[in-house]
């Protein structure tokens, strides 16, 4: 039987609680749904325990301009940033490829008593399911394995809208650059700042000194021109006049 912890997560006046996993020992995969997923018993338990960085998401998701913007949070786990997004009545939705992660989100909008959140379950590597375009996509913390740079660079492309803003809080991983350079050569201009307040955190800083807070989006006007199977982001003026 899975054990749970509860917690309340405070952003200045606002209290966000949260059911998650006990710790990463915890695993309940009986009828072989998510092993038969391609997810390991090492790793069952980590969409469902709280990591640093999806506590900085959160921060940062607490004061972001959201108006008029329709938000897709990638990799959700038990989508904090999704719940503060969703309390300030934010066009929200979550997506995970963890067979148990809409059940934590059910129940966590239940404890906080709010708005239902949509949910899909998604594989990058996978056709969608959601056919929607997003003014802005946030994740955290998903880039630990050597392949995901390049499926979630073309999972995040093609649910953005040309001017989506890309937020990816990464807790300094050695796959960041490669998807950096993936999303540059999509036609995404990038920027990485350190999150400067690493102490108000209240999940444990595991083995990271700094927490990158990596942003992407596409120039005004921007079109990709395809030269030897490679994509260039020019702009209006920039484009080839026809003869």
Request: proline residues 5%; contains cysteine.
């Amino acid at each position: 039987m899975l054990r749970f912890k509860y917690q309340t997560f405070e952003f200045g006046n606002t209290d966000i609680h949260l059911r998650s996993l006990r710790n990463r020992q915890e695993y309940s995969d009986n009828n072989n749904i998510a092993s038969n997923m391609g997810i390991s018993s090492a790793n069952w338990s980590l969409f469902g325990v709280i990591w640093a960085s999806e506590e900085v998401l959160a921060h940062i998701m607490f004061k972001h301009d959201i108006e008029g913007k329709k938000i897709l949070e990638v990799g959700c786990g038990t989508a904090l940033a999704s719940l503060i997004l969703n309390n300030r009545l934010a066009d929200i939705t979550a997506t995970d490829y963890h067979p148990e992660a809409n059940n934590f989100l059910l129940e966590n909008i239940k404890l906080n008593q709010s708005r239902p959140i949509p949910f899909y379950r998604e594989n990058w590597d996978d056709k969608s399911k959601n056919i929607d375009k997003y003014d802005m996509i946030i994740g955290s913390d998903l880039l630990y394995e050597s392949n995901q740079a390049d499926i979630l660079s073309k999972f995040i492309d093609s649910h953005a809208k040309p001017d989506c803003k890309i937020i990816i809080v990464d807790p300094g991983r050695k796959f960041h650059p490669i998807f950096t350079k993936n999303m540059q050569r999509l036609g995404y201009s990038s920027k990485k700042n350190e999150y400067p307040d690493i102490e108000k955190l209240t999940q444990p800083v595991r083995g990271a000194n700094n927490f990158f807070v990596m942003t992407y989006q596409r120039p005004p006007n921007h079109r990709l021109l395809i030269k030897n199977d490679c994509y260039y982001s020019i702009s209006d003026h920039e484009l080839p006049k026809a003869n």
